[in-house]
């Protein structure tokens, strides 16, 4: 398995301590098994940490903290784009298509990820296809994770009417992730 940036640790702690408050956080801390309790309670947002801790944190989320109906996931995927565009990059992106966005985004996910590469095909002007391949998080719920963020950034940049569908899947056995989105 990969490794993730300590970034992604950041999000989720954030979203929980300011959204949910602290027995949520202890709540998540308790559901983690020991090493990744351990890494998560002191991580660095610059340092890397294998994805399996990543995959049992975005879990306890949705178990410990949600309902395990994936609400939770959607909320902290939403949350996590929230913070990683900031006010100067929203008036940016606006201008542009989101399409152009969501191809950018793709140049820095080895920033946050060290597995995966995003081939981005815009099918019309309010349409594209994200296919992740290389990843090696087989986890049906960071990917949903994944699926409210990059439906978050795109409602961010001012697309409308968002439909973000994960058509595809390595965790259900699929050859790769793909999503369809499409926006007016």
Same mark, same amino acid.
Request: hydrophobic residues 40%; aromatic residues 12%.
């Given at each position: 398995?990969? #490794?993730? @940036? $300590? +970034?992604?640790?950041?999000?989720?702690?954030?979203?929980?301590? @300011?959204?949910?408050?602290? /027995?949520?956080? =202890?709540?998540?801390?308790?559901?983690?098994? *020991?090493? %990744?309790?351990? *890494?998560?309670?002191?991580? %660095? =947002?610059?340092?890397?940490?294998?994805?399996?801790?990543?995959?049992?944190?975005?879990?306890?989320?949705?178990?410990?903290?949600?309902?395990?109906? $994936?609400?939770?996931?959607? #909320?902290?995927? *939403?949350?996590?784009?929230?913070? /990683?565009?900031?006010?100067?990059?929203?008036?940016?992106?606006?201008?542009?298509?989101? =399409?152009?966005?969501?191809?950018?985004?793709?140049?820095?996910?080895?920033?946050?990820?060290? +597995?995966?590469?995003?081939?981005? @095909?815009? !099918?019309?002007? +309010? %349409?594209?296809?994200?296919?992740?391949? $290389?990843?090696?998080?087989?986890? /049906?719920? %960071?990917?949903?994770?994944?699926?409210?963020?990059? !439906?978050?950034?795109?409602?961010?940049? $001012?697309? @409308?009417?968002?439909?973000?569908?994960?058509?595809?899947?390595?965790?259900?056995?699929?050859? !790769?992730?793909?999503?369809?989105?499409?926006?007016?």
């Amino acid at each position: 398995m990969g #490794r993730i @940036k $300590g +970034t992604n640790l950041s999000h989720v702690r954030e979203f929980v301590v @300011k959204e949910l408050g602290g /027995d949520a956080l =202890a709540r998540l801390d308790a559901a983690l098994p *020991a090493a %990744s309790r351990e *890494a998560f309670a002191s991580f %660095s =947002a610059t340092g890397w940490y294998p994805e399996e801790v990543y995959v049992e944190v975005v879990r306890a989320l949705d178990d410990a903290v949600g309902a395990g109906n $994936g609400d939770m996931l959607r #909320r902290g995927g *939403a949350y996590a784009a929230e913070y /990683d565009i900031s006010r100067i990059h929203r008036l940016f992106f606006r201008i542009a298509n989101p =399409a152009f966005v969501l191809e950018k985004s793709t140049e820095i996910w080895a920033r946050f990820f060290d +597995t995966g590469e995003w081939t981005i @095909k815009r !099918q019309k002007a +309010t %349409s594209a296809e994200g296919v992740l391949t $290389g990843w090696t998080i087989t986890d /049906d719920r %960071s990917c949903e994770y994944l699926r409210a963020y990059i !439906q978050r950034m795109f409602e961010i940049v $001012g697309a @409308k009417d968002v439909e973000n569908r994960h058509v595809e899947c390595r965790a259900r056995g699929g050859a !790769q992730c793909r999503f369809l989105i499409a926006w007016r």
